[in-house]
């Protein structure tokens, strides 16, 4: 719907579940609660934008710096807004107390309220005439009503004035109309029948005391079936229909005139710009073209209304979703925005010649001999270095040749300034330019070390273009130890880095080369394994004697040894205890059985007392991987100690 408008931006940001004002400047603090748009207009008199919120009752202004300077409550249901013709007034439809309600645009305040006696309505307001012109009334019985702002109620005339469709046009309007007047032609009112299965419009002359129909189609399906926005053209005996359809209204009838690709809806500007909204774009049209001259993405908000500046400088947009909507100044309303391609092979080898295309299009003509420049980013150029500008055919394509010195990801950004008409563009693509495989090794992979052993670990690094540093990293196995880094530098003159880790666990040590222009980053990884630290210790023997040559704990028959393990603790870690017992000239197994250690990392265990003399046994701790709780360390046995029983 026309509103009057201005040309500086706006810059006020609500908040959550609200609306926000956004300008292509810096937006500012200020908020107000808008979750349902009920009307938009600016305007050009005070540089304010009016806002109104439906479910809320509330219409609130925003200055043209982006700060909120008034609002107001108690509009109830407000569905429209339309400002007078000096800006100073401004009406609102308040549908839910079936009222205009006049606003002084300078402050908000109430100035008056006109009751209108229907319960459904009113839907929609517009300014024409010197009136206050609203559409009411349900599906069987719409009709268009006024407000005349001169008459005081105080006079005993009542300024309000119902049923205004003409009656010899049964049945006229089935539901609340939309309105839209414009501010260049102040005699003209347009209506039309909202919803999917109607088409019905009217222009009306309303210089009179009654309104005139000019034109009016009723409901036969020819022009259009479903109407959700209707706009005068200014200059020409033409409305525009959801944003696409022109009417010509002559002889009391409208006549398809031409249209636009498909919308939903669209103000019109002064000049006849239009600016259209289909979905989650906002175009820009000269009238009567198929092209449009600029495009806005709204990316995947609805745009529930579109109203220009009087100078074409720029466009409010309201956009948003259900619950928040945001006030957007879209700039730079007839400068073109060209589109770009950039088309790079995927792969190339690096020092190889590669071509690049790509093509640069509009819908308003280019300069002849259009230059474009190019950047090549890469390892060696990480902030970009420029190559020799590139001329754009005469059918919009382009070329160019390079080869890259470094390999990697390799970008070429291409871009366009910009002209007096068209807006600038870049775009780039990706190429993975080929690398040398850089050598890389590490010792002692798959060695098994004593628990705490300093071991040596030595990365070799091959040939390479710049980059000598290499990271070693240890990883030692259980979750509570992270992997760190142990070093990083650059290795000596012979490819040599090397650090010490102390082997406490099963450790997975890393060599990392990040990598240069011309060889390719390589990570090698090795596992070195470490053993637990466990000893074991007897008690209750009565001396240690050697039997042949191997030392043997004594104890009498009646007595039970005490076996006290000790060993590297970590959670829940359990030993095992191995016995054996001497017969005949062999050892056999006894016993085998699993204990859990105490958080010092020990544990005694009785043995119990066999009860006769002569037996030969010996036993041993064993850490198990896998089997003795977890699997941090190496599998890991103590020697044997040998047990004697006497009388």
Known sequence: MRSISTATALAVLFGSAALSVVATGTASAATANVASPGGLVVDGALNRVFVGDRSAGLVVAADYNGATVASTSGISGVSDLALSADGATLYAAAQGSHEIVALD???????????????????????AGGKVWFSYGDQWDGNLGSVDPAVDPASGTDPVTLAQFPKDQWPGLWNPALLDADPAAPGLLAA??????????????????????LAWHFMDYTLNSGIGDIDLVPGTAQVLLNGTQRDTYANGDFTAAGAYPTGQRADIAADGL???????TISVYRPDTALPVRTYSTGTSQTAAVAWAPDSSRIFALVGTEGAYSLKALTDTTTNNPSLTVNAPSSAARAKQLTVTGKLTATVPLPSGVQLQ???????????????????????????????????????????????THSPVSASDKVSVSRAAASLSLNNNGKLYSYGADVKFTAHLGKTYKNRTVAIYSDPFGADKPKKLVKTGKVNSSGN???????????AVSAVFAGDARYAAKTVKVTA?????VSTAISKHYKTAKIGSTSYYWFHKNSAPIVTTTMTYYA???????LQVYYQGHWYDSDSEYFGLATNGKVAVNLGAPGQSGIKARIRAAYINGSSGDSVNSTTYTGWKYLYFSN
Not at 274 to 280: E, S, Y
């Open 192 to 213: 039309a029948d909202t919803g999917s299965s109607s088409d019905s419009q009217a222009v009306f002359d309303v210089t009179g005391a009654q309104p005139t129909l």
């Open 274 to 280: 239009v600016a259209q909204v289909n979905g989650a």
């Open 529 to 533: 394994y470490a053993k637990v630290k």
């Open 572 to 578: 829940n870690r359990k030993e095992r205890l191995d």
């Open 105 to 127: 645009a300078a402050t908000l305040d109430v100035k008056a309220r006109y009751a209108v006696a229907t319960d459904k309505g009113p839907g929609h307001v517009a300014f």
């Open 497 to 507: 880095l090397t650090v010490t880790v102390d082997m406490t666990r099963d450790t």
């Open 374 to 420: 190019v950047t090549r980013t890469d390892m060696e150029s990480p902030n970009g270095k420029a190559l020799p500008a590139v001329t754009v055919k005469a059918d919009g394509t382009y070329s160019f040749t390079d080869t890259p010195p470094a390999g990697g990801t390799v970008t070429y950004k291409v871009s366009y300034a910009g002209d007096g």
